[in-house]
């Protein structure tokens, strides 16, 4: 990574404004997946170490820009402080008077967390006069909220504008691993894309087909090649307007691109549903695929196995059905057990892995799923954009 490091900074006895990403499942007033948070932990630690006093801010699920007590950061400073072992003194509010004065009368033990940065209408504006606010907090600014790293917001931008700036070691780390999968894979380079639309996740097949020596493709999304190919496809979820985009990608890539070779269907999205195996060219009509069969499994992990570095993003499934996650499962296993350097982004796929226990088993997950795909596309994330150079 060639961007400034929180380790190049002086932190001894300077307030630091942390932007984490604490976007994390609450329920009934408890964080259910505390990963982010975890994942934030070096950095908080590396801060408090090295004689700073980190002032941390965060947004927490979409709030409409005004206060929402569903949305309110007191679970994730509870939480945050049986994780830290250390003071979290968690503020009312984000910025003004009230936010100054505890910042002034704060004993410096610890951390601050301040509330919820979307609970104003100037974060996502990234209005100049919010920023102005939150850059006086602090003498320094540190980044370290990846998944985030694509939205131009007064938190992720705006700030970093206004003062010494640096990247946080998540981000320094996120950045050294998918730079690694993008521009030095060792070979072979196996990527894995799932999910439902190939509009979504066009710019990143191009992107992957430019370096990957196999792309294998599950989930939704290749239903639109298999109507572009002719196949039978039921009433599987394919997109008209696509067709000619999946030919042209077809024809470019050849064999690098695999399709599955048998998918499970049935004639209902929905637990308990009668399901049956069948060929990808040949879904009956009035059922609709919602998985990848056990031979594209056994396909996909020959691929798998002999793989030396792995790009993994969605499922190859309805994964939140039980019926219909197997092949998601399989592949999970099957990255899990490779000796690659593996890379997973994007929700479902981590969701597979944590659920699978074999998180522990991975090279990398990212904690960023959107900004992960448009990084590997190419696109310039203006969170990181912003920093410095180093």
Do not use: C
């Amino acid at each position: 990574m060639n961007k400034r490091s929180v380790r190049d900074l002086d932190l001894m006895n300077k307030r630091v404004l942390v932007r984490v990403d604490f976007n994390v499942p609450v329920k009934d007033g408890e964080v259910t997946d505390d990963t982010r948070i975890r994942r934030a932990l070096p950095t908080i630690r590396h801060l408090l170490s090295e004689g700073a006093r980190p002032v941390l801010v965060s947004h927490l699920g979409r709030p409409k820009g005004e206060p929402d007590q569903k949305y309110v950061m007191d679970p994730v400073a509870a939480r945050l402080q049986e994780l830290l072992g250390e003071p979290v003194e968690k503020l009312d509010a984000a910025v003004g008077p009230e936010v100054v004065e505890a910042i002034d009368d704060w004993d410096g033990r610890g951390v601050v967390l301040l509330e919820n940065s979307r609970f104003y209408p100037g974060e996502t504006s990234n209005d100049p006069g919010f920023a102005d606010q939150l850059a006086a907090l602090a003498d320094l600014y540190v980044d370290d909220a990846f998944g985030a790293a694509h939205r131009a917001h007064a938190t992720t931008v705006g700030v970093a504008e206004r003062m010494p700036a640096a990247a946080g070691l998540l981000m320094e780390e996120e950045i050294d691993y998918l730079d690694k999968v993008l521009e030095d894979p060792e070979r072979p380079f196996v990527a894995i894309l799932g999910g439902a639309k190939v509009s979504d996740k066009l710019g990143v097949i191009e992107s992957l087909l430019g370096t990957a020596d196999s792309l294998l493709i599950g989930g939704a999304m290749g239903f639109t090649f298999f109507e572009a190919l002719g196949y039978e496809i039921g009433d599987s979820l394919v997109e008209d307007d696509y067709l000619e985009e999946a030919k042209r990608l077809m024809e470019e890539s050849g064999e690098r691109l695999v399709l599955p070779v048998d998918v499970v269907v049935a004639e209902a999205m929905e637990e308990g549903a009668e399901s049956e195996t069948v060929a990808s060219d040949g879904i009956p009509s009035g059922k609709m695929g919602l998985d990848i069969g056990p031979e594209t499994v056994d396909l996909f992990e020959g691929h798998i196995s002999g793989a030396s570095t792995i790009f993994w993003n969605g499922p190859m499934g309805v994964f939140e059905i039980d019926d219909f996650a197997k092949g998601t499962e399989g592949v999970a296993r099957a990255v899990a057990e490779s000796e690659a350097t593996s890379v997973v982004g994007g929700g479902d796929s981590v969701a597979a892995v944590n659920k699978l226990g074999l998180e522990g088993r991975m090279s990398h997950i990212s904690t960023g799923g959107g900004a992960s795909l448009e990084y590997v596309e190419g696109k310039e994330l203006p969170g990181i954009a912003v920093l410095p150079e180093e």
